[in-house]
């Protein structure tokens, strides 16, 4: 077996076996087991990409930061516990993202509503065109397990962004840390991965966002 199979089966079983322990409610915002699978790298709602959309006006919001509105975002990892993860990257989370004048945030998750889809963050500015958000998926119940009722508390999760606004204000991009734990606040598995944002304007159809 070839160098590049070898480093390719460890990281497979590596994946594998992250899945196996990590609790499945620490998806509850941008860790969907089923996106990290090796049997399900290709996405289900599809890879990011950009679209047109109108040109934003920063003086529109009242706090003067361009950065607020609605966003479609894609997170695509790149490594799991430092370990690179081979090409096609997965994409573990497909999300509509809203960032306040207040400087918090909320995203809602592409995952069934019943697991818990929904989570909260705040951000900073940090330069001219760059900002810093701090997202926390907060503790939840294992609902998958547990069909007909509340499941076993699961962990919670910290996802770290460094984001760069376009010119036009129509897109961002950048990088982020997604860091999951268990109930005791002990680290089960990390993502480091890209990120890729398009604003939502009272023009965008549906179709865009597959």
């Known amino acids: 077996m070839s160098t590049r199979n070898c480093r390719l089966v460890t990281v497979v079983g590596a994946l594998t076996l992250a899945m196996m322990i990590v609790p499945s409610a620490v998806a509850q915002c941008g860790l969907n087991r089923n996106y990290v699978k090796p049997a399900a790298w290709h996405p289900q709602f599809g890879s990011g990409h950009f679209m047109h959309a109108a ?12 950065i607020v509105g609605m966003w479609h975002v894609v997170f695509t990892a790149h490594a799991m516990n430092g370990e690179a993860i081979p090409k096609p990257y997965p994409v573990i989370d497909n999300a509509m993202v809203v960032w306040h004048s207040d400087k918090t945030e909320i995203m809602e998750s592409a ?3 019943q697991d818990g889809n929904f989570c909260l963050g705040v951000w900073e500015k940090t330069g001219e065109r760059s900002f810093y958000v701090n997202h926390l998926p907060w503790l939840g119940n294992d609902t998958a397990n547990a069909p007909s009722g509340i499941g076993n508390p699961t962990g919670g999760a910290q996802i770290t ?11 961002y991009w950048g990088t982020f840390t997604l860091t999951a734990f268990g109930t005791t606040g002990k680290r089960e598995v990390s993502f480091t991965g890209l990120l890729s944002g398009t604003r939502i304007t009272t023009s965008t159809p549906f179709s865009s966002l597959l």
Do not use: K, M
């Open 55 to 66: 040109l934003f006006d920063a003086d529109d919001d009242s706090d003067g930061s361009p």
């Open 161 to 171: 962004e460094h984001v760069t606004l376009s010119e036009d204000g129509n897109h």
């Open 111 to 113: 995952r069934p509503p």
